[in-house]
């Protein structure tokens, strides 16, 4: 069994407050967007798609131009009513990135599909958010503590295609989309965070807050990044699409 790296009702807890205080969507849009750049050259026809990460129909609407029988799906725990080989077309919005077990889950994503079905997604990783890693470094040794597990783990897009691989997919590809935001302070940028629901929910998260004085180091070591215009953060973007093969061996 694979070690439970997130916390999933603190992942659903904040997932709720985003959507409650306003969800920031930006990302999320541009994600759709690429998704529907890739899906455009594919000619098929796809009966039986399902989007998982989203269960806003405006955001979900590009898709559904092209895929009108669209399922959508908050998170992975909707794929339980899914019967195995059901699906022809399954998009993903992020979800690997907060998976314990990411290879398990590509395993199940193949089962579910029907043979010669399209795989496509995009999840967070790579190396995303360096200032913000290097703030609270920063606050961490400013509390006079180690560094503590504020941070997610990041998938790593050079092992991704093997992961769909050896999970039963075939004729993986996978590329990045580095997307640069300027913020004029830190707490700007874990707003943003905030609003994605995609703060801190690591099982074994730090249970020491940061007072002040730690925190101010971190906004200093954040500012210090950039200049008068502000701090440049980096978020990279996983894109990959992967089949299943024409016929289950």
Not at 14 to 22: H, K, P, S, V, Y
Not at 42 to 48: A, E, G, K, L, M
Not at 103 to 127: I, K
Request: hydrophobic residues 45%; glycine residues 8%; charged residues 25%.
């Amino acid at each position: 069994m694979a070690e439970q790296l997130f916390d999933a009702h603190l992942l659903e807890q904040r997932r709720r407050r985003a959507l409650a205080q306003g969800p920031r969507l930006f990302l999320a849009e541009r994600a759709i967007e690429d998704l529907l750049e890739r899906l455009n050259p594919v000619r098929r026809t796809f009966d039986r798609p399902v989007l998982v990460g989203c269960s806003d129909l405006a955001l979900a609407e590009p898709l559904r131009v092209v895929c009108p029988k669209l399922k959508l799906l908050p998170n992975f725990d909707g794929l339980a009513a899914l019967r195995p080989g059901s699906t022809d077309l399954l998009l993903m919005l992020g979800q690997l990135d907060t998976a314990d077990d990411p290879p398990g889950v590509l395993r199940v994503l193949a089962h579910l599909l029907a043979p010669d079905a399209l795989l496509m997604g995009v999840v967070p990783g790579n190396d995303s958010l360096p200032a913000l890693r290097s703030a609270m470094l920063a606050a961490d040794q400013a509390a006079g503590g180690g560094a503590a597990p504020r941070i997610h783990p990041r998938l790593e897009a050079s092992s991704l295609a093997g992961l769909l691989s050896v999970s039963g997919f075939v004729e993986p590809v996978v590329d990045l989309d580095r997307v640069r935001l300027r913020y004029r302070r830190l707490d700007d940028l874990v707003g943003d965070l905030r609003g994605m629901g995609a703060t801190n929910a690591l099982h074994r998260r730090s249970r020491r807050p940061l007072g002040r004085a730690a925190y101010d180091a971190g906004r200093k070591a954040f500012a210090d990044l950039g200049d008068e215009r502000g701090t440049v953060e980096t978020i990279e973007l996983i894109h990959f699409t992967a089949w299943t093969p024409q016929q289950r061996g």
